[in-house]
């Protein structure tokens, strides 16, 4: 098992039920993608020890020359693992959504790790779904079936984290694009 997996399964099992769902007052408690991840980010730093890379959450990639005229010239994503100032050290890209999530935001979450994994030449791309809320076979088809509404052809990895106090699992290597 590769650092980064350790890490991420470390890292998502110590998310506090506070931060994976949002409780409201007088209101049904609630998933919140940027608490969720701000913990995250929080959980992985904790337990970081991937020297040869840095954790970042949601670098703005404006201006940046090489994303220049791209899809994701504009793009935050959730996660990046990197060594900024080095394109060849471009890990992981991850971006997150919880189980409520429309399908427009993933399918644009999806076009993004594509670009990313393409354009920016990030070796893996990881895509996080957290919450409770249907199996996760119901979770591989749906982000399947939205994968193939991508134009940008790619290989990115699915992972769910379906509870707090329990670390995130692998569910499989999801194909981006119409063409795959």
């Known amino acids: 098992m590769d650092k980064l997996v350790t890490i991420l399964r470390q890292a998502t099992a110590n998310v506090d ?5 949002l409780i409201q007052y007088e209101a049904d408690d609630v998933y919140r ?11 992985m730093r904790c337990v970081w020890d991937y020297d040869d890379f840095i954790l970042n959450g949601e670098v703005d990639k404006a201006g940046h020359p090489a994303l220049e005229g791209s899809k994701v010239a504009r793009a935050k994503p959730d ?9 060849l050290k471009n890990d992981t890209v991850i971006e997150v959504k919880s189980t409520n999530a429309a399908n427009g935001p993933i399918k644009t979450d999806l076009t993004n790790l594509a670009e990313f994994k393409n354009k920016v030449a990030y070796k893996r791309a990881i895509f996080l779904i957290y919450g409770s809320g249907f199996s996760n076979k119901y979770w591989i088809d ?3 079936s939205i994968a193939k ?3 940008q052809s790619a290989t990115i990895e699915l992972w769910r984290h379906h509870t707090c106090s329990v670390p995130a699992e692998f569910l499989g290597n999801i194909s981006i694009g119409k063409s795959t």
Not at 17 to 21: D, G, P
Not at 33 to 40: G, I, K, N, T
């Open 33 to 43: 993608e940027r608490v969720y991840c701000y913990e995250l980010y929080h959980q």
């Open 142 to 144: 749906k982000v399947s």
């Open 149 to 151: 509404k991508v134009e």
């Open 17 to 21: 039920s506070m931060y994976f769902k």
């Open 79 to 87: 996660f990046l693992v990197h060594y900024p100032g080095c394109m």
